[in-house]
């Protein structure tokens, strides 16, 4: 039970996961490595099937009929200066890098899709960061476990 715990809530939000994995189920190296990345990787799957079913869904129903011939000014927020920023300065590394730091494995797989769909290795970049970040993570955690 604590194992599938664990792969649910890493396949959300992957950075959270490991202080539970390590401090309240006291798992070991190995299944906390083991675990986290199954969710990880599940996560990446199922976010990029939806990613891409919601972008088919939003280019279909953008490019409806009815339609004015004037378009509308696009309006730059906050949070999408911050994307247009990450994708031009950073571009696919940044976002493999920071997926599973700061953004959630379904918010960088959704810009994986959208902005680098046309290389199918970009998933793999994904995972690889996130597999990365799993090592980062355990070792810290486990190094501090031990010190306390």
């Known amino acids: 039970m604590k194992a599938l715990l664990i792969i649910l809530s890493a396949t959300w939000k992957f950075a959270a996961t490991f202080p539970v994995a390590i401090y309240i189920f006291k798992m070991t190296f190995m299944e906390t490595i083991l675990y986290t990345n199954i969710g990880g990787l599940i996560g990446i799957i199922v976010s990029l099937f939806f990613s891409k079913g919601l972008i088919y869904f939003w280019n279909k129903l953008s490019s409806g009929k009815g339609k004015s011939p004037k378009k509308p000014k696009k309006r730059f927020t906050k949070s999408n200066r911050r994307l247009v920023l990450l994708k031009s300065k950073y571009g696919m590394p940044g976002i493999a890098i920071l997926t599973p730091v700061l953004l959630s494995i379904p918010l960088g797989t959704f810009l994986t899709a959208k902005y680098y769909r046309h290389k199918k290795?970009?998933?793999?970049?994904?995972?690889?960061?996130?597999?990365?970040?799993?090592?980062?993570?355990?070792?810290?955690?486990?190094?501090f476990k031990f010190n306390i």
């Open 121 to 143: 290795s970009n998933y793999l970049f994904l995972f690889l960061g996130q597999v990365v970040w799993s090592f980062i993570y355990t070792i810290v955690l486990t190094q």
